[in-house]
């Protein structure tokens, strides 16, 4: 693998998207701390979307007023909770994800909240939020919920050497933490194919394969990370998701490999998906 791309992606600057919403403060927040772990200024950005909207002269003016607002207000928390901090803001007219990925670029992390002001509050996860993490060339960290106390644990779900990427990424952010770093490879098959004897041995070899790709993700981590407290655990499970979810709410991170995304669309593979709708902590998502 590429050392130098995925130093970019552990390592790089930070950008966090902000509306002023309540939603958005735990997000500006986490990437404050983030930013200052890397030694790496924070840039804040908040996204108007006028160009995007039918609107008159005056009232985008009154969304383009209020904008240094938002980004000072958010700048303020910033370096309320990290002092030294080096923090650049910016107001787009642009649309909130495309905004984001241009800021981001190639190397960044890009940090967003649950869910903006354009949310129900029935919703688990705003649009922003899924988008981003769907087209995003580096990291995505969707920050759920307010503060919780550390739990000194990062969580990395595992599937297989492809994975391996995101879990350098959990690696490097357990050991900035002084956290310790546990993999989690769910499997699946059908949930009670083992009371058919044809398929018996099917299922041995998909936890044997299981197995062996989390054991060589681990001796890889162990070996780049040897100052690294490293647990993994294989299971099966009749849904990966659901493992991975039980296993944030004893983590202050959960990572996930995201799929490429397909060439006429940007969906999330299922497990993606349901643990940015569902995770008790935020959920970085590396692309592959």
């Known amino acids: 693998m590429d050392t130098h791309t995925f130093s970019n992606r552990a390592d790089g600057p930070v950008v966090v998207g902000t509306d ?10 986490w990437a404050a701390e ?5 030694n790496q200024p924070l840039h804040i950005l908040h996204a108007t979307g006028t160009d995007d909207w039918a609107l008159s002269y005056d009232a985008v003016q009154l969304i383009l007023d209020a904008a ?21 803001t910016s107001v787009s007219k642009d649309s909130a994800t495309v905004s984001l990925l241009q800021a981001a670029g190639e190397d960044g992390t890009i940090v967003v909240g649950s869910r903006g002001l354009g949310g129900f509050s029935a919703l688990r996860l705003g649009s922003v939020g899924l988008k ?50 546990r993999l989690l490879s769910a499997w699946t098959f059908f949930q009670y194919v083992e009371s ?9 070899e998909v936890a044997e394969t299981a ?4 054991a060589r993700i681990v001796g890889s981590v162990r070996e780049e990370f040897p100052d690294l407290s490293v647990t993994d655990d294989v299971m099966r499970e009749p849904s990966p998701a659901g493992a991975l979810v039980a296993a944030s709410a004893h983590a202050d991170l959960l ?34």
């Not at 002023?20 to 927040?29: F, H, I, K, N, Y």
């Open 20 to 29: 002023g919403s309540a939603g958005a403060a735990p997000a500006v927040l």
């Open 34 to 38: 983030e930013a200052a772990a890397r």
């Open 68 to 88: 240094p607002g938002v980004v000072d207000e958010a700048a303020e928390q910033a370096t309320d909770r990290v002092p030294d901090l080096q923090v650049t």
């Open 132 to 181: 981003t993490a769907a087209c995003a060339q580096g990291p995505v960290v969707v920050v759920r919920g307010g503060e919780q106390p550390s739990t000194g644990s990062v969580v990395a779900g595992v599937r297989d050497e492809r994975d391996l990427d995101a879990v350098r990424f959990a690696a490097t952010t357990a050991g900035r933490r002084k956290a310790s770093l």
């Open 196 to 204: 058919m004897a044809p398929m018996v041995e099917a299922v041995r």
């Open 211 to 214: 197995a062996t790709a989390s």
């Open 255 to 288: 990572v996930v490999a995201r799929k490429p995304a397909p060439p006429l669309g940007t969906a999330l593979g299922r497990v993606t998906h349901a643990v940015l709708h569902h995770a008790h902590c935020p959920v970085a998502v590396i692309p592959r």
